[in-house]
């Protein structure tokens, strides 16, 4: 990308070194479960500009008037979640980066979430690949003039807002043991709050606490990272702890509402150069002649399951509900990052952060390199030069 330190950093890399890297980046936390790539995406200016620009038009569709209105069908209406707030405080667009016919690289929205990222764990792993590989200081992963000092107290206002931090905590199902975890250690070090399993919590009246030496802990603001698709129809997990649609007295951080709002679901109604087509499979009336030039993907999934890439008619035909359905247009991912032995695909994704009472503010990244069809560490098993990463950006 930034051909300089590409070059550069080819010509160093070596596979004891990034041994090293990896131990560097375990060091005091966990052996990682999942592929991090052999190295950082270094953005040139003229991208990251445009991928500024491509995540302020969502952002204005999403702080339009009418955006409730607009998904209020998002939400199924068996995981509607009450007390819902005015705004997300997670935003994350990944886009593919693609080129167009000049040969200039340009970004394409593949998908969004009103949820949390790898907020701990990218920041982390930017300062262990300048450390580890002695990159050049001029290189940083945030945006808007941020450094680490002052991401991490934008993260802590918005995670732990106006609380003390034993009275939040981060939510999963079985927190140590998702492949995220790693993550969630890294914030609890940088936050000072509790990472606790759904059954870690529980409820007395409309309160929630858990037990720290036998004492009771009141929470007052629930860091969640708990995604219902997981649950599915398992909702007796909730009998020992408790039911997160009934009426609590506690604060999300965010909402789960806004994980359906900000999502697939979001995409049809997204018209710009950076977005590709996309509509309801439900509203539909006459399918494209060429549908190998799309992907048909599932609303209510994550993690790139459920996805047709290569759709048939007979695959539409097959759907028995279509309102739970998108048809977008194939993104052709450019292989522009330069691995030793040739080119890899790159998906950058934007990772905001939106306080209260303020607006949403632009922090860092998280890249995803690519050698299979599609993007994404459990599709790249099997390769070198691939996984998850960070961008580097000239300061």
């Known amino acids: 990308m930034i051909n300089s330190y590409r070059a550069s950093f080819n010509e160093k890399f070596s596979k004891e070194q990034y041994a090293l890297f ?82 200039n690289l340009y970004p394409k929205l593949i998908e969004l979430q009103g949820f949390p990222s790898l907020y701990g764990f990218q920041s982390h792993l930017a300062k262990t690949f300048q450390q580890s590989f002695d990159l050049s200081p001029e290189l940083t992963p945030y945006f808007n003039g941020l450094n680490e000092e002052s991401y991490l107290d934008l993260l802590k206002e918005v995670i732990i807002g106006k609380h003390q931090a034993h009275e939040v905590a981060l939510m999963d199902i079985d927190a140590p043991h998702q492949k995220t975890a790693i993550d969630f250690m890294i914030s609890a070090k940088h936050l000072g709050i509790k990472v606790l399993s759904l059954a870690d919590i ?93 992907v048909l993907k599932p609303l209510f999934s994550f993690a790139g399951m459920g996805v047709i890439i290569d759709v048939e008619k007979k695959d539409i035909e097959n759907i028995s509900d279509p309102e739970n359905w998108i048809l977008q247009q194939k993104v052709s991912y450019e292989p522009v990052v330069q691995a030793p032995d040739g080119g890899i695909k790159v998906e950058i994704r934007l990772m905001y952060l939106w306080p209260d009472g303020k607006e949403p503010v632009l922090c860092i990244s998280l890249a995803r390199l690519s050698r299979g069809k599609m993007i994404g560490v459990r599709y790249n098993k099997d390769f070198d030069w691939v996984g998850g990463t960070v961008g580097l950006m000239e300061k």
Request: hydrophobic letters at 40%; charged letters at 25%; a negative charge.
């Open 22 to 103: 990896l131990k560097a980046l375990e060091k005091g936390f966990m052996e990682i479960p999942f592929r991090v790539a052999e190295s950082p995406v270094f953005l040139p200016a003229a991208l990251k500009n445009q991928l500024i620009t491509a995540g302020a038009e969502i952002i204005a569709l999403i702080k339009n008037e009418n955006f409730k209105k607009l998904t209020e069908n998002a939400i199924p209406a068996e995981w509607n979640v009450p007390a819902e707030n005015d705004h997300p405080h997670f935003l994350t667009f990944d886009f593919a980066i693609c080129k167009d016919q000049a040969g």
């Open 202 to 294: 529980k409820r007395e009246g409309k309160q929630l606490y858990y037990l720290e030496n036998d004492q009771k802990i009141i929470l007052k603001r629930i860091y969640n990272r708990l995604i219902f698709d997981e649950i599915g129809n398992n909702t007796a997990i909730f009998k020992d702890s408790f039911d997160p649609r009934e009426a609590l007295d506690i604060e999300w951080v965010t909402h789960p509402n806004w994980f359906y709002r900000i999502s697939k679901y979001t995409m049809p109604f997204l018209k710009s150069n950076f977005v590709p087509p996309t509509w309801f499979l439900k509203d539909l009336e006459e399918l494209p002649e060429d549908l190998e030039n799309y």
